[in-house]
């Protein structure tokens, strides 16, 4: 039987590559989108063009109700599930905290660390071999701003993807001996259309050429690595997070 996997915010940016590179690896992939219904038509015609099957799932994590039906789809879809992709995410425009409303706030939060908490969850009662699954890898999608703190009107962002690093690793070492692996991507500078969110033009010109090697990344940089950690070569890699950031 083919693995399946589930990568929420799958309709754009590093979803959208996930999605591929895990067709091309041999998976079976369940698209999660909020909104763009026809972005996520798009990935998945590309996922069946590969030879594997694909399904687009409609459902906004920022609902707490909604995560555990897209769950339910996915599996009643496939039959199963082998790897979640925790990718679904908000960048609030540069801004400085002060000039930030609490609906502002409270978006980003809530987006980006409660419902990213609550697919792992559903996850853990998913796949865990003590639950009555066998076992799977779930990958959190950081960020490098986690580290450097937000600086530069991104704080909500950086100190919620500061979570996602401690939920890597407290749920990793919690779910270790029940089939589960959990790891963490924290992508730099990547040139992808969530840039545009963040209401600075021309970011990735601006400052591609500050990061160490000269240059922001790509999407399939960073979902090169999303494979790798899914795949049995990280069969001893959990509770840890990477950085995909040139450097920076």
Do not use: H
């Not at 039959?79 to 930030?100: F, R, Y």
């Not at 100190?159 to 270790?176: C, F, S, W």
Request: proline share 2%.
């Amino acid at each position: 039987m083919s693995k399946v996997v589930l990568v929420t915010g799958g309709s754009r940016g590093i979803g959208a590559a996930v999605c591929r590179l895990a067709a091309k690896a041999g998976y079976d992939v369940a698209v999660n989108y909020a909104g763009r219904e026809d972005a996520a038509r798009a990935v998945a015609a590309e996922v069946k063009a590969l030879g594997r099957r694909a399904v687009i799932l409609q459902a906004d994590v920022g609902n707490a109700d909604a995560i555990p039906d897209l769950f339910d789809r996915c599996i009643e879809e496939f039959g199963g599930l082998d790897a979640v992709v925790n990718n679904a995410g908000v960048i609030n425009k540069t801004a400085p905290l002060a000039d930030l409303s609490v609906e502002e706030i409270r978006r980003i939060v809530d987006i980006d660390l409660t419902s990213a908490m609550l697919v792992a969850r559903e996850a853990v009662r998913r796949m865990s071999t003590a639950r009555g699954g066998k076992g799977g890898v779930l990958v959190n999608m950081s960020s490098r701003a986690s580290e450097l703190a937000g600086v530069g009107g991104f704080i909500p962002y950086g100190a919620a993807k500061g979570g996602i690093d401690v939920l890597t690793i407290g749920l990793g070492r919690e779910v270790a001996g029940e089939g589960i692996r959990v790891c963490g991507i924290r992508p730099g500078l990547i040139d992808t259309d969530i840039q545009n969110d963040t209401g600075v033009e021309q970011r990735m010109e601006r400052f591609g050429p500050t990061v160490p090697m000269g240059r922001g990344g790509t999407a399939d940089e960073v979902a090169e690595t999303v494979l790798w950690l899914m795949s049995e070569k990280a069969s001893y890699v959990t509770a840890t997070t990477i950085d995909v950031s040139g450097g920076r």
